[in-house]
Nanobody, 116 residues
Framework: QVQVAESGGGLVHAGGSLTLSCVVS??????????VSWYRQAPGKERELVAL???????SYEEAARGRFTISRDKAKQTTYLQMNSLKPEDTAVYYC????????WGEGTLVTVSS
């Protein structure tokens, strides 16, 4: 059993910053972890990948996040972060953390609202 919990969302003005956290608990060390990803889903839109970090620390970003967002991981704390800078109103969405192991485990999401 693996649990995934996101936090750190909130309301921020355009140009501001937020850092999201994703804490993984449970049997992830037994199952093994391949990657942790951040997705987002804006109202009326499909869920989309934002950034991911592999077990070896390699990162990848989608175009909308590149240069503004940074994904990082603290293995000791089993926590993955998404630092978001220069936020835009179009970044408004529910942000989800997904842990890729033998199965994919999702959190409940955290809402980010960027006002203009």
């Amino acid at each position: 059993q693996v649990q995934v919990a996101e936090s750190g969302g909130g309301l921020v003005h355009a140009g501001g910053s937020l850092t999201l956290s994703c804490v993984v608990s449970g049997n992830i060390n037994v199952l093994g972890l391949s990657a942790v990803s951040w997705y987002r889903q804006a109202p009326g839109k499909e869920r989309e990948l934002v950034a991911l970090i592999f077990g070896d620390g390699t990162t990848s970003y989608e175009e909308a996040a590149r240069g503004r967002f940074t994904i990082s991981r603290d293995k000791a704390k089993q926590t993955t972060y998404l630092q978001m800078n220069s936020l835009k109103p179009e970044d408004t969405a529910v942000y989800y953390c997904m842990v890729n192991s033998v199965l994919d485990f999702w959190g409940e999401g955290t809402l980010v609202t960027v006002s203009s």
